[in-house]
């Protein structure tokens, strides 16, 4: 019988203006970053920042909920691998993140549409093409 | 100090199996930085879910790649049966599990005869490649395909893997056990092999953790990490520990997954042995989702995330998949750093990259 | 450290056959119950269009009235979901791979003539029965008006689901 640890994932919501602090309390707790993703749900992004303990097996989420016109920093300095997926945010959703230590300047994907999974207005050329 | 100049290398490349790109700043034949850029083969699967209703994404999402297909699709359906709220029976955990083992098998002894061809030895590259064809074998005789099996459902499994058939599977990893120790010799003894992988590439514990590394990656740097622990599937009644090595050069990537067979070998033993003899498959799941749930399943490349959104509707809000290689990527920029140009092609390939799985 | 580790075993594959069968002129073996490809039992077929809803890759498409059945082998990535999903379980998945081919396509499957009249023929006496029925429905729809409301309204919703079903196989 092998031991099974699965502590309960978290899931923290959080404001903007704390993203950074509590990345940094996180990190300093000796979380690795897991993943990064953002969610185009009711008009609004929700970005979940999610980071892993690979001693305790801990999971937590950072859920950010922003309008689509909000700036949200980037992690990338306290977190060098977030580089990619907030390349790919900013990318795929259109979510505005400043200062980003490498900026991909929306050519991460190699895709014609900008924003596809975003705002549909953006989307909306996409879709027609499919649709043809 | 000589003169910086930038390589580009890839996305078409003879040593490499997978569409990554990479600029390379070299001081002569050193590296001093390198700069990935993937993006040639973005399918857009993941924009797919307002398309397509959650029982549909099973077969959308099974196709995100070709090696761990099983285990993306187990995934994915283990992620929608926490939202649902549903246990599913026993038998179809152990399948699953048989089924996740086998893939891992395949997708190691894959790798191995890449590796084996990356670095010029033809002649092992040829006979991993055999050994894993019974391993393929297995597959297609157990679920129809040979790397798409299409037999994951929410709720459970659709197709049982009856007693004689278990016992072919038995027959044959012994048959593969003894083939792959002929190998694992030569890989991790052979005098020239060595001194291709020994030392190259090396990431430190700390490096490692800091560039979110996951997987055999990042257990070859010494981190004790494996999401079976987590006890999905069948592995809560498994006994094994993660494989660990602490060099984390090339050749402790290597060891890791070779040993990372032999483990399988043993947990498909276990789970054939422990299997529940049981006519339910599946639990029926009714409605529609409502939820999100953060789902981690260790792949053969590493740990795969799989995020479901869902709210009441037949069509997910949001389905996200972080492939293993996409939190591997930030690592092996790191370890590219101060090696030299010809080994490149080598060390891309240590991090087992699937490019396709990474883009989605 | 050693040298030469694996030139033993190099020397016994030089002298053992070949692994690998030489396929076109030795016919390939799959094993029983592989995914290949999907054959229908077209006679068997009522055209409700579950698979044509449950294909994820919309390869195929059903004409009730004409009787036929067309898929797309190219588009087709034989998951099997539409031989679950068949309520008559008309649908097979058969071994052997779909070939290559010089221009996509789509195979259309007919009825046999017989089944054809055998469908006509019961789908007139179902009108026919619709028919009878609505018209005993109208009259007790009439009848309960004046006594209740609600079964006017019950059927008012029955409506538009019954339209919604007819017109979603046409997409």
């Keep these: 019988m092998a031991e099974v640890i699965h502590p309960e994932e978290q899931l923290l919501e959080i404001d903007v203006d704390q993203l950074l602090t509590k990345a940094m309390e996180l990190k300093k707790a000796g979380f690795r970053l897991s993943q990064a993703c953002a969610a185009y749900v009711n008009e609004k992004f929700e970005l979940s920042y999610s980071f892993a ?41 259109g979510v505005k993140i400043k200062m980003i230590n490498l900026d991909y300047e929306n050519r991460f994907y190699r895709i014609e549409t900008e924003t596809p999974f975003g705002p549909k207005e953006a989307a909306a050329s996409e879709e027609k093409k499919e649709e043809a | 100090m000589g003169k910086r100049s930038v390589i580009p290398f890839g996305p078409q490349h003879p040593v490499l199996p997978e569409p990554i790109h990479i600029d390379l700043v070299i001081e002569d034949e050193k590296i ?5 850029s993937v993006g040639f083969i973005h399918r857009g699967l993941e924009s797919l879910v307002d398309r397509r209703d959650y029982n549909q994404m099973t077969y959308v999402v099974e196709r995100t790649c070709g090696i761990c297909s099983f285990q993306h699709g187990m995934g994915y359906c283990e992620a929608m049966e926490h939202v649902f709220g549903a246990e599913i029976p026993n038998r179809a955990k152990y399948l699953r599990t048989i089924w996740a083992e086998l893939g891992r098998m395949h997708s190691h002894l894959l790798w191995l005869g890449l590796l084996a061809d990356g670095f010029g030895y033809e002649n092992l590259f040829y006979q991993c490649w055999r050994v894993r064809e019974k391993v393929l074998d297995l597959q297609e005789m157990t679920s129809g395909g040979r790397l798409i099996f299409s037999v994951n459902k929410v709720g459970g499994v659709i197709k049982d893997i009856d007693k004689e058939k278990l016992d072919i599977i038995l027959s044959t990893i012994t048959e593969v056990e003894a083939e792959l120790k002929v190998i694992k010799d030569t890989f991790l003894l052979d ?17 490692a953790h800091d560039l979110g590394a996951c997987g055999p990656f990042a257990r070859a740097s010494g981190i004790k990490t494996d999401m079976r622990k987590l006890g999905y599937g069948a592995y809560p009644d498994l006994d094994f520990e993660p494989i660990v090595s ?10 890791c997954r070779i040993m990372e067979i032999f483990q399988s070998i043993d947990l498909l033993r276990q789970a054939i042995a422990k299997i529940p003899d049981e006519n339910e498959l599946f639990t029926p799941v009714k409605g529609n989702p409502e939820g999100e749930y953060f789902m981690r399943v260790e792949q053969p490349r590493g740990e795969a995330v799989y995020y479901v959104k869902a709210s009441g509707k037949p069509y997910l809000d949001r389905f996200r998949v972080r492939t293993p290689t996409f939190a591997n990527l930030p690592g092996l920029c790191e370890m590219l750093k101060d090696t030299q140009l010809s080994d490149v092609g080598l060390l891309v390939l240590t991090i087992d990259p699937c490019i396709s799985c990474t883009e989605r | 450290m050693s040298v030469l580790k694996y030139a033993p075993e190099a020397l016994k594959n030089l002298f053992k056959p070949p692994v690998t069968t030489k396929y076109p002129f030795e016919p390939a073996v799959y094993p029983e119950g592989a995914r290949g490809h999907i054959e229908i039992d077209i006679d068997d077929c009522i055209g409700c269009g579950m698979c044509v809803r449950s294909c994820p890759c919309g390869t195929l498409s059903v004409d009730k009235m004409a009787g036929t059945w067309s898929i797309d082998r190219f588009d087709c ?42 469908d006509r023929i019961a789908r007139e006496e179902q009108a ?14 009439a009848e309960a008006k004046a006594a209740a409301q609600p079964t006017g309204l019950e059927q008012a919703a029955a409506k538009p689901a019954g339209s919604e079903q007819a017109a979603k196989p046409a997409e």
């Design chain 2, 246 to 255: 602490a060099t984390g050069d090339s050749y402790a990537r290597c060891y």
């Design chain 2, 32 to 36: 001093v930085e390198a700069i990935p």
């Design chain 1, 53 to 93: 303990d690979d001693k305790t097996y801990q999971y937590t989420t950072l859920r950010v909920v922003i309008d689509t016109d909000t700036e949200v920093p980037s992690i990338t300095d306290i977190v060098p691998p977030a580089v990619f997926y907030e390349n790919e945010m900013k990318e795929l959703f």
């Design chain 3, 77 to 118: 990535i034989a998951c099997g979901y539409c031989v679950e999903k068949c309520p008559k379980k008309c649908l097979h998945m058969i071994q052997g791979y779909q070939t290559p081919g010089t221009k996509e396509g789509s195979v259309t499957y007919t009825k046999s003539p017989e089944q054809l009249e055998k």
């Design chain 3, 128 to 141: 026919k029965k619709a028919a009878a029925a609505k018209a005993a429905a109208a009259a007790k729809a």
């Design chain 2, 191 to 207: 005098y020239s092999v060595q001194s291709r992988l020994q030392g190259v590439g090396i990431v430190t514990k700390e490096q």
